[in-house]
Nanobody
Framework: EVQLVESGGGLVETGGSLRLSCKTS????????IGWFRQAPGQEREGISC????????YYANSVKGRFTISSDNATNTVYLQMNSLKPEDTAVYYC??????????????????????WGQGTTVTVSS
């Protein structure tokens, strides 16, 4: 069974930084793409950054491009999201999700997301103005 556990959320001031972690288990690393998604109150879930573990290709939504960096560590089966220059509009619950044999991080990050079977429980990021 694939399991994902997020950590690293918290309260930060505008312009600050946070690093989120997504610890995975139960998956064959190179077969999966893993992504970061977020959902603010009253808004649709958004795919913000995804990575394919097979070749390391990445995708970033325009809303985070240039500020966020996704990376993966196959030694620890963990995917990270380094978030810099945070803005109040980045406030949301952040989730990671994994999908097998996608090989296209943009596709993983694009809706619909209902077909993604493995999700973490989420970690909350709050950016104060």
């Amino acid at each position: 069974e694939v399991q994902l556990v997020e950590s690293g959320g918290g309260l930060v001031e505008t312009g600050g930084s946070l690093r989120l972690s997504c610890k995975t288990s139960g998956l064959t690393w190179d077969d999966y793409s893993i992504g970061w998604f977020r959902q603010a109150p009253g808004q649709e879930r958004e795919g913000i950054s995804c990575i394919d573990n097979f070749d390391g290709s990445t995708y970033y939504a325009n809303s985070v491009k240039g500020r966020f960096t996704i990376s993966s560590d196959n030694a620890t089966n963990t995917v990270y999201l380094q978030m810099n220059s945070l803005k109040p509009e980045d406030t949301a619950v952040y989730y990671c999700a994994a999908e097998i044999l996608v090989f296209d991080p943009q596709r993983l990050c694009s809706p619909p997301f209902d077909n993604l079977n493995a999700w973490g429980q989420g970690t909350t990021v709050t950016v104060s103005s």
